[in-house]
Every structure is written in structure tokens, then in C-alpha cells.
């Protein structure tokens, strides 16, 4: 991670300047214009000047955005070391982190497998007459958040199996008294009726896990909200196999699990007083003589048998036993859960918005707000009657595939699978992430190339109201 610092003088001789867009512009060929961009030599000082549009519509994300590029364009520059100018401008929010937020986002580049490793941004440090500690500390401790996010993402899924997820939880869970950690192995699984996440990773050599993350910052609090995360730590589809074009892309498929490993790494860092509980439905969906079949009825921690209409619909399955687990065991308060669940959603909204899918209004506003904050945008999803309906069973409880005609509303009837496994009205949200989890795009503003560690930043904004 680049060093993040507040200083009164600038540290380096590569500076970035916001400019406004005015009707009469002091620079040579530069506007202001969001998005505008241009380097410009005076002695030994490079400045990359980067347009942030009108002042009334500056805002949070603007600036985000213009200080992830202007970093983009220092790294593409060879530069190790980079100050920024404070454009003291009052945004809505919160400038200064905004700011900085966005330059030590975009200095992540996923570099591992590269023989040559190109420079990277080492230093930032941004000029300014008002330091604010605690905001340089948060910024850093989200950030380092996303970058495990983004590191578990990234990594080979030969390595990032869920025997590694628990441990890494474990590691998290160590270095503060107020975390505890909780592993299930694959036996505790099968003995405690775990039978749709045994099912799923039964035909892995790397077997499933279940993980639960308690933090418990505020013991006089009866408040705990949950965090569910999917982490099928490589998709293959099982029996029902996936295509090419398809499968490349799936050891992404644990992106849920790594936004709330990389929130309760950030909680461990910050350590508010609050109560959070993070669970991770860890397994390989792998194809072999082991492997669950297609057409067979699997029953859930929760007693409600599935019927296997399609083994590459595994996410909705792991999912389930963590939200009953959880439920049956940590009393939440609320539910949120984080999967890459349907390529549906990524039909309706592309990499620009995660759909979610809510049972309460008021968490669904909540959330919303914080997505707007964070720029990892939410868009509610329709979930009624018809999608729960139409994933009720014939010969069993429920299926795995609903029975609406096909490519019929595939994320809302997901949704819906998850949302018979809720007991009681308990408020609760599902964020369906497939298409913002992992950039096959190129790299822009705070967002990297492949692994995005998106639910992170949005998460801690929502837990921690701010
Ligand atoms: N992991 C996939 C969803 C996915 C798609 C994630 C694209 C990231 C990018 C999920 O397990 C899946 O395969 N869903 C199926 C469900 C279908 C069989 C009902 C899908 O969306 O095709
Ligand atoms: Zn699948
Ligand atoms: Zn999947």
C-alpha cells in the first residue's frame, strides 16, 4: 500500500492540481472539464492538472474519480512519489477523504504475475493547511480493506481456496480481543446438516468451510448485523459445466466472502462501537465423480429440501446454510449478503450498479445512500410473491432454478430462494455483485483492472454511518 500523508509543503516534484471550469481558463488548452486531464512541465516540477467541472456540481465523486485518474496518469509517468494539492473546495461530505481515497485506490494495480514489475506509486501526500488524523487513519484502514479484497479476488484460485479464507479470517480475528472466529470444517458441516454447502463442495480436494467473524465493539448493544458473503472460490458449474467464455472469469465468484473479509479487516482496523457478524459460505464447485447432481433433492441446515435443477445455481445454495446458520446461532439483527450470484444481474445493470434486493425499505434506503456516498451503486431490484413463488418445488420444498420460462428474471427469482430462508421478516438485503466485483473492462478512477473489492468501501459507510 502507497504511504498516505498530510503535509503543509509539497514532498514531491510531480504535483496534481485540481482546476474548475471557469468561463476564462488561466491554463493553456485546459478547461476544467470533468475527466480532463494534462501534464504540464515548469522547472523541475511536473504537474498534472486534472479537471473537476463546475463548482456547483463538485462533490465527493467527482473528486474521487479526478484524484484516481490523476494518479493513473503519475503511475503511467513512472512516478514513485506524488503530492497533491488540497483544491479546498467544501463539497458535499468529505473532501479531503475523498481525495485521498481515490489516489491510494487507483495506486493498486494487480502486478503479481508480471516478470517486470512497473513502477509504482510509493508516496502520496497531499498539501494541505487542515490535517485531520483520525480521516487520514480511516481512509487508510478502508482502503486496506478493498486491497484484501482485491488481493484474495486476484489470486490464483488454486491458492485461494476456502481453507485459506478461513485462515485468513482467523488472522483477522487474532489481532484484536473483540474479534472471534469460528470455523466449521467439512466434517462439522456434514454432522451439523450443513447439506446444501456439503453438497456443493463435496467434489473438491479443497473442502468447504464455513466462517463466522464475530466483533462485538459495543457489549451494550442487543444490535448485531450480519454480513454474508458467497465464496465459491472457483465456479466451474459443477455437472452442469460451464462454457468457455464463461468459466475464466469464476475464481471471482468469492468476491462476496471478500467484501466481508476485507469490511471486518477494516472494522479490526477502526474498531467503532458496534457489533457486526461476518459469515463466509466457503467452497469449490468443482466437476467429477463426486460432484452433486442435477435433478437430485438435497436437504438445508434449515430442514427445507432442495430439488437440483442446476448444479451451476451453487451460490443461492451456500448462502442459504450461512443464512439459517447465522440466524439459528448469532441472533442478527439485520441481514446483508454479498454474491456474485447472477449473470442476470449483469444483463440488467452491466459493471455500472449492483443490483439489490431487499424485504424493508428502510435498510433499502440506507443502503442505497451509502452507495451513492461511496460511488458503488446500488439499484433496487423488483422481488415479489411471483419470484418466491415460482421457486417452490414439486417433488421437494423448493428449487434451486425457478420455473418461470428461461432467462425469465434470473436475479429476482435467486433472490428470492434466499429470501425463504429468512426467518421472520428479519430485515434483510441481498446484494447481487457479478457485475461490479471484477473489472474486464480497463482500469478507471478508483476502479483497477479484474478485482474491484467493491461492497467494502459501501459496507463500512453503511455500518458506520458515515
Ligand atoms: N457465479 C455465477 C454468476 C456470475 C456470472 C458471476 C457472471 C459473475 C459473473 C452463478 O453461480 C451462476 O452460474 N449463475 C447462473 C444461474 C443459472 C444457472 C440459474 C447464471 O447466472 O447463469
Ligand atoms: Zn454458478
Ligand atoms: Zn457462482
Not at 484516481?68 to 483544491?87: G, H, M, Q
Not at 506509486?121 to 486496506?144: G, T, W
Not at 488454486?158 to 479464507?165: E, G, K, R, S
Amino acid at each position: 500500500m502507497a504511504k498516505l500523508s498530510i503535509s503543509k509543503s509539497a514532498k514531491s516534484d510531480t504535483k496534481i492540481t485540481f482546476v474548475q471550469e471557469k468561463s476564462k481558463s488561466l491554463i493553456k488548452d485546459f478547461e476544467g472539464k470533468i475527466g480532463e486531464i494534462s501534464v504540464h512541465y515548469k522547472g523541475n516540477d511536473t504537474i498534472i492538472y486534472c479537471g473537476i467541472g463546475e463548482k456547483k456540481s463538485c462533490n465527493d465523486e467527482v473528486l474521487r474519480t479526478a484524484s484516481a485518474n490523476a494518479i493513473r496518469r503519475a503511475t503511467e509517468l513512472k512516478r514513485e512519489k506524488v503530492s497533491i494539492i488540497d483544491p479546498k473546495i467544501k463539497s458535499k461530505g468529505n473532501s479531503q477523504r475523498a481525495i485521498l481515497t481515490g489516489a491510494l485506490l487507483a495506486a493498486y494495480n494487480f502486478t503479481t504475475h508480471l516478470s517486470e514489475k512497473p513502477k509504482e506509486i510509493k508516496a502520496i501526500d497531499l498539501v494541505s493547511e487542515i490535517s485531520k488524523p483520525a480521516d487520514l487513519k480511516k481512509v487508510k484502514s478502508i482502503c486496506e480493506g478493498v486491497f484484501l479484497a482485491r488481493d484474495l479476488i486476484n489470486g490464483n484460485a488454486h491458492d485461494i481456496h476456502p481453507q485459506f479464507l478461513a485462515s485468513t479470517a482467523k488472522k483477522i480475528a487474532s489481532s484484536i480481543p473483540e474479534m472471534s472466529c469460528t470455523i466449521l470444517t467439512e466434517k462439522e458441516i456434514d454432522k451439523k446438516g450443513l447439506g446444501l454447502l456439503k453438497a456443493v463442495g463435496q467434489a473438491s480436494k479443497f473442502p468447504p468451510r464455513l466462517v463466522i467473524l464475530k466483533y462485538t465493539g459495543d457489549k451494550n448493544s442487543k444490535e448485531n448485523k450480519a454480513i454474508i458473503g458467497k465464496g465459491i472460490t472457483f465456479d466451474s458449474g459443477g455437472l452442469n459445466l460451464k462454457p468457455t467464455g464463461s468459466i475464466e472469469s469464476m475464481r471471482c465468484d468469492m468476491s462476496g466472502s471478500a467484501a466481508v473479509l476485507g469490511t471486518m479487516k477494516a472494522l479490526s482496523l477502526l474498531k467503532p462501537k458496534i457489533n457486526v457478524t461476518g459469515v463466509i459460505a466457503a467452497a469449490h464447485s468443482a466437476i467429477g465423480s463426486d460432484a452433486f447432481f442435477p435433478g437430485d433433492v438435497y436437504k438445508s441446515y434449515s430442514g427445507k429440501t432442495v430439488e437440483i435443477r442446476n448444479t451451476d445455481a451453487e451460490g443461492r445454495l451456500v448462502l442459504a446454510d450461512a443464512i439459517s446458520y447465522c440466524q439459528k446461532h448469532f441472533s442478527p439483527s439485520e441481514i446483508i449478503d454479498l454474491a456474485t450470484l447472477t449473470g442476470a444481474i449483469v444483463i440488467s445493470l452491466g459493471d455500472l450498479s449492483a443490483g439489490l434486493f431487499s424485504n424493508n425499505d428502510n435498510l433499502s434506503k440506507n443502503l442505497l445512500n451509502s452507495g451513492e456516498n461511496t460511488a458503488e451503486k446500488l439499484w433496487r431490484m423488483p422481488l415479489n410473491k411471483s419470484h418466491i413463488d415460482a421457486m417452490k418445488g414439486d417433488i421437494s420444498d423448493l428449487r434451486n432454478l425457478s420455473k418461470l420460462p428461461p432467462r425469465h428474471a434470473g436475479s429476482s427469482t435467486a433472490a428470492a430462494f434466499l429470501n425463504s430462508f429468512i426467518e421472520d421478516e428479519l430485515p434483510w438485503a441481498h446484494l447481487d455483485i457479478a457485475g461490479t466485483a471484477f473489472n474486464e473492462r480497463d482500469a478507471r478512477g478508483e476502479i483497477p483492472k479484474y478485482a474491484t473489492g467493491f461492497g467494502v468501501r459501501l459496507l463500512i459507510n453503511y455500518l458506520l454511518k458515515s
